[in-house]
């Protein structure tokens, strides 16, 4: 009999990358267990609104039950409230839920994007356990040393004000050397943009598949 | 109502033959036996005002329970049995606290007055412990502050029913303050504002008709309205000592300033705060003021 082991981590890399008015958020879509690949195409970001997307890398089940429980309660929210949630309250309440399962947690490593109140790009990183902190950069993930890395050496001490332009570019580029040296990244990537008061947008683009 | 005592007056699971629920109509008797209360709400706040029965000369009357905090943005006063309002009362802190407690921001009024009707409700003979047997015998008034909606004030009442008003008068004298509140408000607040014509004398020689000074309705005005009418409806001779009186407005720039600053990273300290408005209740020197406000202006 073997013990039970209820985790499997499934591996992947997210990233997120915050401007004054917009954030970037992407992650690939490389679904493996140990050195195999189970899929592809496998999604790691989700959008919950166009001003809210979450990417969760971890362990995919665990991901997809979040997901679930994160929907039913922002739809309860919403017709008790006569109102679409917001950043700021999505931010809590995934902090909530997370610490609701303190002593058997998701194993889940989220990354939280979107336009908060004032209008600004937010990025919040969590823990698998909901402690979180608003940053204007984060990765999580299987590659999140590679990504932080190029990350902190691109933004840490940049003079001048990030443009979307160069947020996209960046995010796609660090993905793609994560993906050079990290085996269980790899595929294809996905971003979407978020920008105040207009639709998300969403672009994928090609990453190895070795 | 009352003489006429059927076999269906009993049960609150039993409908009549007319398809009424006659204890919950009973228990709505009771807030008309009850203090008289008055809410108005206007573009920069909600004023609530309340009568304070005061049976003995020796009772303590600075004791000020009539009108309650529900959040740091929602207060509340009722009509009917007080111990009863305690406990809906309750029930409205703990779903606003919840409600913080998940989503981190102040609860939306109108969810609150929702989630404290559900709980008047909550009554039956059977079922859940701690479930009241009759139905709750008060109606409330709430006022809040919505992120999105500005001011609000709500009613609700025994039989679990709310709505959104912008003046309400409840109790032993709420048909006449209603009727004088609408007479005095009629084109100035709510509905049909500045549809109305401006001035009818009709109502002015019914002499129930407080002079609302042009353009928009001031808190400072709704909360002078609230003690003219309450002064016409109370049996006692109104005094300081037995109205209660408590608006909910913005917060001055001075006020502002005085929010919590954390000391090691010199942020200011909103959590658990509803930053931008402020519960202010009236002490018995200001009640006096108003009072004497309104006999200067006769």
């Not at chain 2, 009549?16 to 008309?32: C, T």
């Not at chain 2, 049976?55 to 009539?66: C, G, N």
């Not at chain 2, 008047?120 to 009759?134: D, W, Y």
């Not at chain 2, 209660?244 to 919590?260: G, N, Q, W």
Request: charged content about 30%; some cysteine; aromatic content about 8%.
């Amino acid at each position: 009999m073997g013990e039970f082991s209820p985790y499997v981590d499934n591996g992947g890399t997210t990233l997120a990358i915050a401007g004054p008015d917009f954030v970037v958020i992407a992650g690939d879509t490389r679904l493996s267990t140990g050195y195999s690949i189970l899929s592809r195409d496998v999604s790691k970001l989700f959008k919950y609104s166009d001003s809210i997307v979450m990417a969760s890398s971890g362990m995919q089940a665990d991901i997809a039950e979040l997901r679930k429980q994160l929907l039913f309660t922002i739809e309860e929210y919403r017709v008790d409230n006569e109102r679409d949630i917001e950043l700021d309250a999505f931010y809590r309440l995934l902090a909530t839920v997370l610490y609701g399962k303190r002593f058997f947690p998701y194993y889940s490593f989220n990354i939280l994007a979107g336009i908060s109140k004032e209008g600004k790009g937010v990025v919040y990183s969590y823990d698998a356990i909901g402690s979180a902190d608003a940053r204007t950069y984060g990765a999580a993930g299987s590659g999140q040393e590679l990504v932080i890395s190029i990350l902190d050496a691109a933004l840490k001490r940049k003079p001048d004000p990030l443009s979307i332009d160069e947020a996209i570019e960046l995010g796609k580029s660090a993905l793609k050397q994560a993906t050079e040296r990290e085996i269980h990244t790899g595929d294809s990537g996905e971003m979407y943009i978020i920008r105040a008061g207009r639709p998300a947008e969403y672009i994928t683009f090609k990453l190895r598949k070795d | 109502m009352f003489l006429s005592r059927s076999d269906y007056d009993r049960g609150v699971n039993t409908f009549s033959p007319e398809g009424r629920i006659l204890q919950v109509e009973y228990a709505i008797e009771a807030i008309k036996i009850g203090a008289t209360a008055i809410g108005i709400q206007v573009e920069d706040g909600v004023v609530l005002a309340v009568e304070k029965r005061i049976s003995s000369k020796l009772e303590e009357t600075k004791i000020d329970d009539k009108i309650v905090e529900i959040d740091y943005h929602l207060f509340c006063t009722f009509s009917g049995l007080s111990a009863d309002a305690r406990t809906l009362v309750d029930h409205g802190r703990v779903a606003a606290q919840d409600h913080r407690f998940l989503y981190d921001e102040p609860v939306p009024p109108r969810s609150l007055t929702q989630s404290i009707s559900d709980q008047a409700l909550l009554f039956g003979e059977e079922g859940a412990k701690r479930r009241l047997a009759r139905p709750y015998g008060v109606a409330l008034l709430i006022g809040g502050y919505d992120d999105k909606k500005g001011f609000v004030l709500f009613h609700n009442d025994p039989s679990g029913t709310f709505c959104q008003t912008c003046a309400r008068a409840i109790g032993r004298g709420g048909d006449t303050a209603q009727q004088m509140l609408t007479d005095s408000l009629k084109g100035r607040l709510g509905r049909g504002v500045a549809t109305d014509e401006e001035d009818s004398e009709d109502d002015d020689l019914r002499g129930t008709r407080f002079r609302v000074p042009p353009g928009p309705v001031t808190l400072e005005t709704a909360t002078k309205l609230t003690v003219y009418v309450l002064k016409r409806v109370m049996e006692e001779k109104i005094s300081k000592d037995n109205i209660s009186l408590c608006i909910l407005r913005k917060k001055t720039a001075d006020e502002h300033k005085d929010a919590k600053v954390c000391e090691s990273t010199g942020e200011r300290v909103t959590f658990m705060k509803s930053d931008s408005v402020i519960i202010e209740r009236f002490d018995a020197e200001k009640i006096q003021a108003i009072i004497d406000s309104l006999e200067h202006g006769e």
